[in-house]
């Protein structure tokens, strides 16, 4: 069965400082991968997903993540936290033929001024 | 990208009651669509996987007679939970994959449903 583990319940940065939010995922082969952001009663945008190629994906809002194969892990990174990234981050991923996400727990992102 | 509504985007109604809740892709066809709930402060559970013209395919513990899916057209989807009581109070989200993969979903809003 495919897994999804974020270890993060709740991170709280300052705004202008890095950001890493950790992912790691268990699954029998290399599945696809996805970072989803979610605003309080909104439903999920997608910041950026691998499929294959390249372990260093770009995303929207200046958002990046990492690949690692041999970590099993994507985490999402950013290096300047703007207030407005305030909000719930849920990594994902899929495989198979029959397109279904599995979601890990979420992390929730304070940012201070 | 792709749009995905939802309607309402906010329901309460009292126990006993059936409510139905609209997932509409808006900008292109989704065979399949999928449905999933999410409790305060949780991440989000598949419920089921709705297929246009055929029967949905529910995840294990979900109550096929509770909450009835219908997928009759290429760009709508309907979850109606039937005689709903206060536990059923949650957060429906819907989504539909679209793309050269088919592997990217894009989610509706969400509709809020209250239960009193």
């Known amino acids: 069965a495919q897994s999804v583990t974020q270890p993060d319940i709740h991170i709280t940065v300052s705004e202008g400082a890095s950001l890493e939010l950790r992912c790691n995922y268990s699954y029998g082969a290399t599945p696809y991968l996805f970072w989803y952001v979610q605003s309080p009663g909104q439903g999920l945008q997608l910041l950026l997903k691998y499929f294959s190629g390249d372990t260093l994906v770009q995303g929207i809002k200046g958002f990046e993540a990492e690949f690692k194969r041999s970590q099993s892990s994507f985490n999402l990174r950013k290096p300047s936290v703007h207030w407005s990234d305030a909000a719930e981050y849920f990594c994902?991923?899929?495989?198979?033929?029959?397109?279904?996400?599995?979601f890990g727990k979420g992390t929730l992102l304070t940012v201070n001024p | 990208g792709a749009v995905v509504s939802q309607h309402p985007s906010w329901v309460i109604c009292k126990s006993g009651t059936s409510v139905k809740i609209e997932c509409r892709s808006l900008?292109?066809?989704?065979?399949?669509m999928f449905w999933y709930r999410q409790f305060p402060k949780q991440s989000l559970m598949l419920m089921a996987t709705s297929n246009e013209g055929s029967k949905a395919t529910y995840e294990q513990g979900v109550e096929k007679d509770k909450f009835l899916i219908n997928h009759a057209s290429l760009t709508l989807s309907t979850l109606t939970v039937t005689s709903a009581h206060p536990e059923d109070s949650s957060f429906y989200i819907c989504s539909a994959p679209q793309g050269a993969l088919y592997n990217e979903q894009f989610f509706g809003p969400g509709t809020r449903l209250t239960v009193l």
């Open positions: 994902a991923i899929s495989g198979g033929s029959n397109y279904k996400l599995t």
């Open positions: 900008d292109f066809q989704a065979t399949t």
